[in-house]
């Protein structure tokens, strides 16, 4: 027959009047552990430690309260720093929509860059010829008056109105007068209206391009006329002729296949861009034309390349000179 154990109640092999040491509870310790490491974990398992150690007499409360305190401190903190991350990220893309834009390329005076200044031909405005063209236009239109047109005023009011917001214009008449003409008639017309802007481009040109009823980037108004300002400030033999200028933002141009080949399509630029001084100069968008032109440009090209349609389509709803 087994003995009873001796008395308090002990197993043999204990002296009387002490209890075997508790076990510190695997929660506890996996709590302060995993409240270093991931603060959420810790805890979850501080939580799970105190419930256990209510029922099992093990010790590690201290334990199990000490990753409770860092897990809870560690996540507020982690919390804190990501919207403090969020926060900063979105002050750095507003201030970056904010800031004016920086030019592609910089035309600063002699840099051997920039337009060349204007002195106006001997011919300016005198016989504007508009001559029809084997291809049909892609819609209908009549030519503009030839003959001799008035370079004064040297700058006219025009407006385009588009399903994106409103482009003012200051139309250069003092330097294009052709053109100027040619753009004026046009709109008279009703040539641009329910027109959409077929091209973005936003590499060594970064502009939107417009004026062709086809949408097809070929279309015109079934005539042409020569180029005027800046091309006329050069021979026709000058090698300068084909070295890239910079058509500075706001800039508004003639958009051609070739010498003489202008017709009705025309690029608006919102960043300072490089060409040769082939494309003729005719105006300059407003402030608030180059905000609504900024806003389409910020949208891409839609195919994600630098030059194709636009992702942020725009039609031409009006357009009017004066």
């Known amino acids: 027959m087994t003995a009873p154990p001796p008395y308090g109640g002990y197993p043999a092999g204990y002296p009387a009047g002490h209890p075997p040491s508790a076990q510190t509870n695997g929660m506890a310790i996996a709590s ?3 409240a ?4 959420p974990l810790g805890i979850v398992f501080g939580h799970i430690s105190l419930s256990q150690l209510k029922h099992s007499g093990e010790q590690g409360r201290g334990i199990a309260i000490a990753g409770l305190v860092i897990g809870y401190v ?5 919390i804190l720093a990501t919207v403090l991350a969020v926060v900063f990220a979105l002050i750095v893309v507003k201030a970056a929509e904010d800031m004016p834009r920086q030019d592609r390329y910089t035309a600063s005076p002699g840099s051997g860059r920039e337009l060349p200044a204007f002195t106006p031909p001997a011919n300016l405005g005198a016989n504007c010829q508009y001559p029809a063209t084997t291809e049909p236009a892609a819609k209908r239109a009549t030519p503009p008056r030839t003959g001799p047109v008035p370079t004064e005023p040297a700058t006219v009011e025009a407006g ?3 399903d994106r917001g409103s482009i003012g214009l200051q139309l250069a008449n003092g330097k294009a007068p052709c053109t100027v003409n040619n753009f004026a008639s046009l709109a008279s017309q009703g040539f641009f209206d329910g027109t959409r802007c077929h091209r973005l481009t936003t590499g060594d040109l970064a502009a ?4 062709d009823p086809s949408g097809s980037g070929a279309g015109g108004p079934g005539y042409r006329f020569p ?7 050069y021979r026709l033999s000058d090698p300068a002729v084909k070295q890239p200028v910079v058509y500075p933002r706001g800039t508004v141009a003639m958009a051609n296949s070739g010498p003489g080949t202008n017709g009705s399509q025309f690029f608006l630029v919102y960043e300072d861009s490089l060409l040769p001084p082939t494309y003729t100069v005719f105006g300059a968008v407003d402030k608030t034309g180059l905000s609504t032109l900024d806003a389409i440009a910020d949208g891409g090209v839609a195919d994600g390349s630098d030059d194709g349609e636009p992702a ?5 709803t009006s357009a009017s000179v004066g």
Do not use: K, S
């Open 227 to 233: 180029n005027e300002y800046p091309t006329n400030q």
């Open 312 to 316: 942020t389509p725009v039609t031409i």
């Open 160 to 162: 385009i109105v588009t």
């Open 74 to 78: 560690l996540t507020v903190l982690g």
């Open 32 to 34: 302060l552990v995993c």
């Open 208 to 211: 939107l391009q417009c004026g």
């Open 36 to 39: 270093a490491l991931f603060a």
